[in-house]
């Protein structure tokens, strides 16, 4: 059998919604680290024609600013685009050997539509002091 040269590739693109609020924890070092999951379901026909949907939960792990930043801006139910790499890790709890596979993410989007805040209405307006008001109209540079 001839030598493969397997490239090392390790690439995710995802997205999905986040199934709980996202939680934010520091290591022992002090590093930020926000987990969360994300459901990322498809739509497909059976054999019988029929439409289905499969749903994947898939976890989630960002680090450092990016987690500090994340941890306010996201919640249940947030849409994200996610790009990173997979990450296994193994523990014992009592006895039992735990394995998990997630997402170490570097680059999350948030997909959620950003609504402005509401303009002032008139009675919630400032007064303009009277020598400001000359000069926003008489001085102007242009």
Do not use: C
Not at 29 to 46: E, H, N, Q, W
Not at 60 to 74: F, G, I, P
Not at 75 to 88: F, M, N
Request: aromatic share 8%.
């Amino acid at each position: 059998m001839s030598e493969i040269r397997l490239p090392a590739i390790n690439l995710v693109l995802i997205s999905g919604r986040l199934t709980a609020d996202p939680n934010l924890n520091f290591t022992p070092d002090g590093v930020p680290v926000l987990k969360f999951r994300i459901a990322s379901g498809r739509v497909y026909k059976d054999k019988n024609g029929n439409w289905k949907e499969a749903v994947t939960y898939i976890p989630v792990s960002v680090w450092r600013e990016q987690a500090e930043r994340l941890a306010e801006a996201l919640h249940k139910g947030s849409a994200v685009y996610v790009e990173g790499r997979l990450q296994s890790r193994s523990w014992e709890v009592e006895g039992q050997k735990r394995n998990i596979v997630e997402i170490n993410a570097w680059r999350i989007q948030n997909l959620e539509k950003i609504t402005a805040a509401p303009k002032e209405t008139v009675e919630e307006q400032e007064e303009v002091p009277e020598t400001e008001k000359e000069l926003q109209d008489d001085d102007l540079p242009f």
